[in-house]
């Protein structure tokens, strides 16, 4: 069955994908306009629709390493690898619950932004942009190294070679994508993508249930029969095992899967696109509802694979599950739902990596060189040049990296992306929107804090060295026993951030806070209050 | 209403009143014509017969209300849909055999801890979304037209 996969179908899939590489191109040239601004690059000029927003957050949130990795991941590990959609799920209701709107009133383009504006202090500014752009460069490669994972499954072409020119093309088309139309082009390719995930997916899982008499009960007892571990399959601990740190990674990485995403600067950069904060909660609620369904498609599609085509013949295809959910469409739906199944993947890969290297330019050119270089005076035009410049220099070192690391184990990229976010986003976040004691200090100890705690940990963990299954296996550095830090920098994001705060030694401006505070609960600009008040 | 409280308490409603602030603490609006009365030593008009800071007071409760539920209900739903989450990542490590324990079918309690997840998030995404409409937005647009002021569209 892998020979068709490899030959037999990738003729339609390039021709169909070349084509739907002319449009998004098109696309974004028709859709961007002569007089650009930098707030037209970075947000769209905040005049999305809602729910067209909540589609392009939900397309913008569910990487393809979840779009493809995880029914693979169900059919291998069963119960295991549900947390990875448990956490996107809740990850996204603390977003819409506790961040949306909040964020939206006092925000401008980024996170930067939201922590600089609140606390009057540039340094914290420059601080919330080195965080955010960390993030989305890790986040990114990983992306990159999955597309060239895709290379082999969907295009037909094995080998490092066909992978390299996978993710160079890619990446190119990705570069000249996004510097030209920003965030209305991202925007374009992300609702494209949500419909064929969904429909795709939706149709794939029909059919799945279908072929089982839709019955669900019979679905988890085949998975349970045909994966070979029988009951064990659908219980907690496949892929830990009994040991101590086995069950506290497994944790770590539970909380990681929590509060990482919630915090995602590329979602948290969409939120900006709207008008009011209103319309940024809706937003985030049409994309919740999305999740749940794709979440319920996901459950039946790794469910699916293991009861239709067996665990054994999943693992030999592709040791990580990747290539389950091609599989499973070959077998139910033929040439055609292949096809459909292969441009989503591309899709994903596209509308995921645009909008995390628009991100990362974002805050490379509004919070670091417009805001902390030069101190707030650069024009907009050169300002949007050095934004355009930033997504050519974040994609080739995303590219660059992604080449170094092709076909390597690169689990620690996403681990390390959430828990920077869980430990360096989440606490000056909420700090900043819920405790009117939060200071500048405290903004920055827990920024840097859990920005170099969590790289640390993640250096010296075992993802990284001294086990058969990490990055590099012929080098033994490991000092700290846990593959997710998230479970010790997380809460040692918000003990600095509380703990700055308190040795401050200059006081909060509780005033300034209470207007603040006013204003994101009445969504009415305060700035334009204080200027209209003149005697 | 309570006409004695003093200019310097009224805008600060979330902490202390800021002295070094003074009557300044929200921007502008609160200039009523009694505080320039009191600059050129005239004196002091009873604030309640002043329909603009009578109109500001009503702004200031209708604030502190909206303030308090932004944030206790908000807080308990997501409170609870996040124990929920970190009770089943706890019990997957430490009680195993709970988990298995089958209750219908292959139905057993991990998996059904995985429903019950799914369903308290579909709730809560449910609940906000009414709880904004109902409660939320109503109360920040009489602020909002207590102060006279369009909702924010930037």
């Not at chain 1, 790289?455 to 010296?460: E, T």
């Not at chain 2, 979304?129 to 037209?145: E, F, I, K, N, S």
Request: proline share 5%.
């Amino acid at each position: 069955m892998t020979a068709a996969l490899q030959s037999g179908h990738s003729a339609p899939v390039f021709v169909i994908f070349a084509v739907f590489v002319s449009c998004a191109l098109f696309l974004a040239i028709w859709v961007t306009t002569d007089a650009i601004t930098p707030r037209d690059f970075y947000i769209g000029d905040g005049r999305l629709a809602p729910i067209q927003n909540g589609i392009a957050i939900f397309g913008v949130y569910l990487s393809a390493a979840t779009v493809l990795g995880t029914p693979g991941l169900i059919a291998l590990t069963g119960y295991d690898a549900l947390g990875y959609l448990k956490g996107a799920i809740v990850a996204l209701v603390v977003n819409l619950l506790l961040i949306a709107g909040r964020y939206h009133s006092t925000g401008h383009y980024t996170i930067g932004d939201r922590l600089g504006r609140r606390l009057h202090t540039r340094s914290v500014q420059v601080a919330g942009g080195v965080a955010a752009l960390g993030i989305c460069l890790v986040y990114v490669t990983a992306q990159m190294v999955g597309a060239g994972a895709l290379a082999a499954p969907v295009l037909g072409l094995e080998g490092p070679g066909a992978r390299r020119i996978m993710v160079v093309s890619l990446g190119l088309l990705l570069i000249l994508y996004v510097a030209i139309g920003g965030m209305r082009a991202t925007t374009a390719v992300q609702v494209v993508k949500t419909v064929l995930v969904l429909g795709g997916g939706g149709w794939l899982s029909m059919l799945v249930v279908s072929k089982i008499g839709w019955n669900p009960m019979l679905l988890l007892s085949r998975a349970a029969d045909h994966s070979g571990l029988g009951d064990t399959f659908l219980q907690p601990g496949v892929s830990y095992g009994d040991g101590t740190m086995g069950k506290l990674d497994s944790f770590s990485l539970q909380l990681a899967l929590l509060v990482g995403p919630a915090v995602l600067p590329h979602v948290l950069g969409r939120l900006r696109t709207v008008p009011t904060a209103r319309a940024a909660r809706r937003s985030v609620e049409v994309a919740t509802w999305l999740t749940l369904a794709f979440c319920l498609m996901v459950t039946i599609l790794g469910f699916g694979a293991a009861a239709l085509l067996g665990r054994t013949a999943i693992k030999v295809n592709n040791a990580t599950g990747n290539s389950a959910v091609l599989m499973l469409s070959e077998s139910l739906g033929g040439v055609i739902l292949i096809t459909l199944i292969s441009c989503l993947a591309f899709t994903t890969v596209l509308a995921v990596a645009s909008g995390v290297i628009l991100t990362a330019s974002t805050a490379l050119a509004h919070d670091i060189y417009q805001v902390g270089l030069m101190k707030g005076k650069a024009s907009e035009k050169s300002e949007l040049l050095v934004a355009r410049g930033a997504v050519v220099l974040v994609g080739l070192t995303a590219i660059g990296l992604s080449l170094f690391a092709q076909g390597q184990n690169i689990a620690f990229l996403v681990t390390l992306a959430f828990a920077v976010g869980g430990s360096a986003v989440l606490p000056p976040l909420l700090y900043s929107m819920y405790w009117r004691h939060f200071t500048a200090k405290g903004a920055l100890w827990s920024v840097y804090g859990g920005l170099i705690s969590s790289v640390l940990l993640v250096v010296f963990s075992p993802a990284l060295s001294g086990s058969p299954t990490s990055m590099l296996p012929h080098l033994d550095f490991a000092a700290f026993p846990l593959s997710n830090p998230a479970v010790v920098t997380i809460p040692l994001g918000f003990l600095l951030g509380w703990l700055g705060s308190v040795l401050d030694s200059r006081e909060p401006d509780m005033a300034e806070y209470a207007e603040k505070e006013a204003r994101v609960l009445a969504d009415v600009d305060v700035d334009r209050l204080a200027r209209s008040s003149g005697p | 209403m309570n006409p004695s409280v003093p200019p310097s308490r009224r805008y600060v409603a979330w902490g202390e009143p800021d002295a070094s602030r003074g009557p300044d603490a929200w921007p502008g609006r609160h200039r009523s014509p009694q505080g320039r009365g009191r600059q050129d030593g005239s004196p002091p008009r009873e604030p309640g017969a002043d329909p603009a800071v009578a109109q500001q007071l009503q702004a200031d409760l209708a604030l502190l209300r909206l303030g308090a539920a932004s944030r206790r209900p908000v807080f308990t739903v997501t409170g609870a849909v996040v124990s929920l989450y970190l009770l089943d990542a706890l019990l997957a490590g430490a009680a195993p055999g709970l988990m298995a324990m089958h209750l219908a079918g292959p139905l057993n309690v991990a998996l059904a801890l995985n429903l019950l997840q799914y369903g308290t998030s579909a709730w809560a995404v449910w609940w906000y979304a009414r709880y904004g409409r109902r409660v939320l937005d109503p109360q920040a647009a009489q602020v909002r037209a207590w102060l006279g002021e369009e909702e924010d569209t930037r």
